[in-house]
């Protein structure tokens, strides 16, 4: 992790819908759970799962194997175009309240 204390400016935030580009799972679509911006990584919903082996708990009385999302690298994703549906690279401009994001493919506002 960086030890620099200003987050990077990223084009990718929770909640957004993306398209994985490359990778395993490739050509999957998914929503934004969270963002690690100094480590460049997301976790997606339902791509990169991965199975991790638990103890028993109070959650989980039993243990045992749960399936759940890994993070990957940020530039393995892309925004999905509001307009298209497509990927679509992103741009900041300067709005009536502040900076936004705009969609590179249709202009549209994101």
């Known amino acids: 992790m960086s030890k620099n204390r200003f987050e990077?400016?990223?084009k990718i935030k929770k909640g957004d819908e993306v398209i994985v580009v490359a990778g395993n799972?490739?050509?999957k679509t998914g929503k934004v759970l969270t963002v690690f911006p100094h480590d460049s990584r997301v976790i997606v919903e339902q791509v990169n799962m991965?199975?991790?082996h638990t103890k028993p708990d109070a959650k989980n009385p039993d243990g045992g194997i749960i399936?759940?999302?890994a993070p990957i690298h940020i530039s393995n994703v892309s925004l999905i175009?509001?307009?298209s549906g497509k990927a679509t690279r992103v741009r900041r401009e300067k709005g009536d309240k502040g900076w936004v994001r705009v969609s590179?493919?249709?202009g549209e506002i994101i």
Do not use: F, I, R
Request: no cysteine.
């Open 67 to 69: 399936p759940m999302e």
């Open 8 to 10: 990077p400016k990223l």
């Open 25 to 27: 799972d490739k050509g």
């Open 50 to 52: 991965v199975k991790k």
């Open 81 to 83: 175009d509001p307009k």
């Open 104 to 106: 590179k493919k249709s």
